[in-house]
């Protein structure tokens, strides 16, 4: 009976070993979130050098010019600088004290966060970073999606709103259009200091057209949109990190970055679903008359609400940078 008993607490340890072991290796999947250099990414742009190409997702900042106050930019009008809270950056030479009050500086803004592994760069070299990270937190009234969503014909994660109390739609705001395909939220988020604003339409022409279209919905009374209990509005989970880095060729063809050694930007955005309450269950009886992934590309941008333009926007045309679905077994 003892020998059994044995046996039985050592198969119970083995059991839930591997158990945690699977548990935590699905769970790491699917927390993960899209990391790349820009390079490998050929749908993406990470910056204006990409104006022209429409058929791209784009991510805008001010990003390494940001960092070169005198530089000359033909977008001031379009951006913002992105605030201090969310970024750092180094413009010197790369030396032990540089850098590790560099990381000072980072760790403050950006709790626990690894060091940056700069390739092909030696002691003394100039460096030249931008580096922009946002996490958006999202208020309650929103979950992570039970369903998952296709866009561009790939099955990619979402977050999903559903209205359960009154004070749920005092941070949000919710616009439509249906005869003209046009979808929109405003989202006040950092005490209410900044406010974010997705949009999506079937037909929007170029993303500049877009971010006009996007402004004007919200600024109509008659689009105002109320979400009814028995309805739900999915958008796209976006977390991704992303870096690009210029070596000397690239640099090279561009004055405003003559001699460094290297420049770099970075951006890590995220938006965010409250913690508590987990997600929300399938229900069939939802109605999502509002979805922002299946009618048409979307753009996203995050404005101080003092200032009128924003600081960053970013048009998804490509799910490359959308979480990707976990695979089903």
Same mark, same amino acid.
């Given at each position: ?60 900042? %001010? $990003? ?6 005198? !530089? #000359? /930019?033909?977008?001031?009008?379009? =951006?913002?600088?992105?605030?201090? @809270? ?104 950092? %005490? $209410? ?6 949009? !999506? #339409? /079937?037909?929007?022409?170029?993303? =500049?057209?877009?971010?006009?279209? @996007? ?104 799910? %490359? ?9």
């Amino acid at each position: 009976m003892r020998k059994l008993f044995i046996f039985f607490i050592a198969f119970w340890v083995s059991f839930m070993t591997i158990y945690s072991i699977y548990y935590y290796k699905v769970k790491s999947k699917l927390d993960q979130s899209v990391v790349a250099m820009a390079k490998d990414l050929p749908h993406t742009v990470l910056g204006f050098e990409g104006l022209a190409d429409s058929g791209k997702n784009m991510i805008f900042t %001010e $990003g390494l010019t940001q960092v070169i106050p005198s !530089s #000359s /930019k033909e977008y001031d009008s379009l =951006l913002s600088p992105v605030p201090d @809270a969310g970024f750092v950056s180094f413009n010197s030479a790369y030396t032990k004290d540089h850098i590790e009050k560099f990381y000072e500086g980072l760790v403050t803004k950006f709790q626990n966060h690894p060091p940056i592994e700069f390739k092909n760069i030696k002691d003394g070299d100039r460096l030249l970073l931008s580096y922009f990270f946002e996490n958006v937190h999202l208020p309650d009234g929103f979950r992570v999606s039970a369903d998952t969503v296709f866009f561009r014909e790939k099955r990619v994660r979402a977050l999903q709103y559903h209205h359960q109390y009154i004070s749920d739609t005092g941070q949000v705001s919710f616009y439509k259009e249906d005869q003209g395909h046009q979808y929109a939220l405003k989202v006040k988020i950092n %005490e $209410g200091k900044e406010e974010l604003v997705m949009y !999506s #339409s /079937k037909n929007w022409g170029t993303w =500049l057209q877009a971010k006009a279209k @996007a402004d004007s919905i919200i600024n109509k009374a008659a689009a105002r949109y109320y979400p009814a209990k028995n309805e739900s509005v999915l958008i796209p989970e976006l977390d991704f990190s992303i870096a690009k880095d210029l070596d000397k060729n690239e640099t090279g063809n561009n004055p405003l970055y003559n001699g460094y050694t290297l420049a770099e930007e970075r951006i890590k955005f995220k938006i965010s679903a409250p913690k508590e309450g987990g997600p929300l269950e399938a229900n069939k009886s939802y109605n999502t008359p509002i979805n922002f992934i299946m009618n048409g590309n979307v753009l996203v941008y995050i404005k101080e609400t003092n200032k009128n333009s924003p600081y960053c926007i970013i048009y998804i045309n490509d799910p %490359e940078i959308l979480k990707p679905a976990a695979k089903q077994r």
